[in-house]
């Protein structure tokens, strides 16, 4: 049905296709629709051994390398004329043996399902869901979403009416995987927790660990690279032992994005060339390598080999298709960030462009953010300030989404996490629990004269739950407390930083009482990344939080002090880093002079501070923009301002702190 490995690359940039070429170009539909009658009857009257034995493994999700299209294509020679309900049976899976990636192949697929769709107008309801479900697949790829997505829904809703347990698991499995690929993780999350127990009680292994595999990339995608690590290892021994090598490649492709997200470049790349190698040799078709090819150089840029990474990006721009290929935004993307490595920043412009074009097209919210933050960077290297405002606003735009959406998950994400531990039966003491069940109910009908032990050992285990429910409580306080902290700075992250903002906006917006907020960026920060490494540049944040935590606390002392002589405490300052090289500083309480004196005394230190001991010849300068409430409605406004007058403190020379007035 719907859960074959082709039907999972198109989620993100980060799945290979495995299947290699279409099989059907015109698709022979071999019984008219006047047969369609007497379907139940005819699956009686035709033994076909044969071809059930081919069916239950690819129906099982077992076939899942280039042997697929060919099974589909004797399945359909073993067909007997008249037999209906084969033919039926046999539909969906000839959808899905095209090749989705390849335009011409994506539009024959269309053609296919009208063909279906007016000669089998009487088709048996599964059968209707599950061609629905395919259809839905090829519309992902032309980056139709919204239309996939709801195709998917109605399918959910038609299986669930006619109780199919499988068709139920396979549309939830797509929901998950789309709502994974375009941000909504909560909602991937549980979708494709009811995907993994459908599949786990229909017994169906290999699409259950498909479907543990999406989940892994969603918690990937939500920063809990080591979680997904995990379960990458766990799945990729499982696809060894079972000697799906096609499967490994596509676990090993998946693992080389976590590498990267760790920062880990050189192992990233190392996983990409080995899946490189392994489809040039057993793949005839280029879109495999392509694929690759394409994430390889994203690596390889990370690691400043710009120009292999070009190379690499030109060799096989041809193959990857606009029109139905999710790469085709990353690789301009990554072009653009090679030319703009190589110093040929104007030339990156036009890539650009059509990246923005794509990354619209699909709704890739991760995608356009790196897409926004290169833009700022080639922006403000050619002085081109207003289009790096833009950029830098829409940034913002996009990153509110991304945390409202993080903000909503994370509940959700604490409780599937559990969840899908117990489903994975890592959770050992409930398993232990039912199995002491299961040898109370033996021993009390065996012996009554052991009850005193039963008792006791019902006690022990319900004991023993309880612990290790405190235990995973704690456990759960601490994600919570990283998943809010930068890991690098130890400061509040962004989704910290905002909510506390938003707290004590909110409070004293409404008493009308003072409120400032700082931004700072550091300046020319790239070029510290450039020309001393990117070691250094971890240890110039660090250092620049620590100057500005200083001066915050000088500033609480004071207000400490302050508070002995008044009634109300002021409420303390809030800082975070909310970016690369960008600080945002909340001061409650503090007034427009008030706050500048703050930054400009952290800006002071920062311009004093020895940075000679990180490395040689090394100085570093900051820029500020100051803006204090005056009829804001939300915090937002008040942001914005505040980075307005950063550009200002940018655009007249850095190293400075500029106050935002509304005339200015």
């Known amino acids: 049905m719907m859960h074959f490995l082709m039907l999972r690359i198109c989620s993100l940039r980060q799945m290979v296709c495995l299947i290699t070429f279409v099989l059907f170009f015109n698709v022979t539909l071999p019984v008219s629709a006047t047969e369609q009658k007497g379907a139940n009857e005819a699956t009686q009257a035709f033994d076909n051994p044969e071809f059930e034995q081919i069916f239950i493994l690819i ?9 697929y299209p060919n099974l589909i294509d004797e399945m359909a020679q073993l067909i007997d004329d008249g037999d209906i309900a084969r033919t039926y049976r046999l539909l969906p899976k000839q959808c899905l043996a095209y090749n989705f990636l390849e335009e ?66 396979d549309a939830y499995s797509i929901l998950g995987q789309i709502a994974s690929y375009t941000g909504d993780f909560a909602v991937a999350l549980k979708n494709l927790l009811q995907a993994y127990e459908g599949y786990q009680k229909l017994k169906l292994v290999t699409l259950e660990r498909l479907t543990l595999l999406d989940l892994a990339i969603t918690y990937r995608r939500l920063g809990e690279t080591e979680t997904a690590l995990k379960y990458y290892s766990q799945l990729e021994k499982a696809f060894s032992d079972s000697d799906q090598i096609a499967l490994v490649m596509l676990v090993k492709n998946d693992m080389a994005y976590a590498f990267e997200d760790i920062d880990e470049f050189q192992k990233a790349a190392d996983y990409y060339l080995a899946i490189y190698n392994y489809y040039q040799e057993t793949q005839s078709d280029p879109t495999f390598v392509a694929r690759v090819a394409v994430d390889m150089s994203s690596a390889l840029i990370q690691l400043e080999q710009y120009q292999p990474a070009l190379d690499y990006l030109y060799k096989y721009e041809a193959i990857i298709s606009p029109s139905v290929d999710t790469h085709y ?21 036009p890539h650009l462009e059509k990246a923005t074009v794509g990354f619209n097209k699909n709704h890739n919210k991760r995608g356009h953010e790196m897409l926004l933050k290169l833009k700022v960077e080639i922006f403000e ?23 409202k959406a993080l903000e909503n998950q994370a509940s959700t994400e604490m409780r599937v996490k559990f969840d899908s531990e117990k489903i994975e039966a890592e959770n050992a003491e409930l398993v232990a629990y039912h199995e002491l069940k299961d040898q109370q109910f033996i021993i009390q009908q065996d012996n009554e004269r052991l009850q005193i032990l039963t008792l006791a050992l019902g006690f022990a285990s319900v004991l023993l739950l309880i612990i290790f429910s405190l235990y995973f409580n704690k456990k759960s306080q601490q994600l919570k407390q990283l998943a809010l902290t930068d890991l690098l700075t130890q ?107 703050v930054a400009q005394s952290i800006l002071n230190d920062i311009h004093s501070f020895d940075f000679s001991h990180i490395s040689e010849n090394l100085s570093v300068t900051i820029s500020a923009g100051v803006a204090t409430f005056k009829d804001e409605t939300n915090l937002t406004e008040l942001i914005k301002k505040a980075d307005k007058a950063l550009y200002r403190a940018k655009n007249q020379g850095r190293n400075q702190v500029v106050y935002f007035h509304d005339d200015a």
């Open 381 to 403: 290297s050619l002085e081109q300030w207003q289009q790096a405002y833009q950029a830098q606003l829409a940034l913002y735009e996009i990153h509110l989404k991304l945390d």
């Open 491 to 597: 400061l509040p992250n962004r989704l910290s930083f905002y909510r506390n903002a938003q707290n004590a906006f909110t409070r004293l917006s409404e008493r009308q009482q003072p409120l400032s907020i700082i931004s700072i960026d550091i300046d020319h920060f790239k070029l510290v990344n450039d020309q001393h490494g990117h070691d250094t540049g971890d240890k110039v944040l660090k250092a620049v939080a620590q100057i500005c935590l200083e001066n915050l606390s000088v500033v609480h002392l004071s207000e400490q002090h302050s508070s002995m002589t008044r009634k109300s405490h002021t409420g303390r300052s809030h800082i975070g880093r909310v970016g690369g090289e960008e600080f945002l500083i909340l001061l409650p309480n503090t007034r427009s002079q008030a706050a500048i004196n």
């Open 329 to 349: 935004s990353f690789l301009h993307l990554y072009k653009a960030q090679a030319k703009h490595g190589l110093k040929l920043t104007k030339e990156a412009l």
């Open 59 to 67: 129906d099982n999700g077992d076939i899942n390398d280039a042997s």
């Open 104 to 169: 011409q192949q994506n539009l024959n697929a269309q053609k296919f399902l009208t063909d279906v769709y007016q000669r089998y107008s009487e088709m048996p309801v599964d059968i209707r869901i599950n061609l629905k479900l395919c259809e839905a697949t090829l519309l992902r790829y032309r980056g139709e979403i919204t239309d996939a997505n709801q195709m998917v829904q109605q399918a959910l809703i038609d299986a669930q009416q006619i109780n199919d347990q499988r068709l139920t698991a």
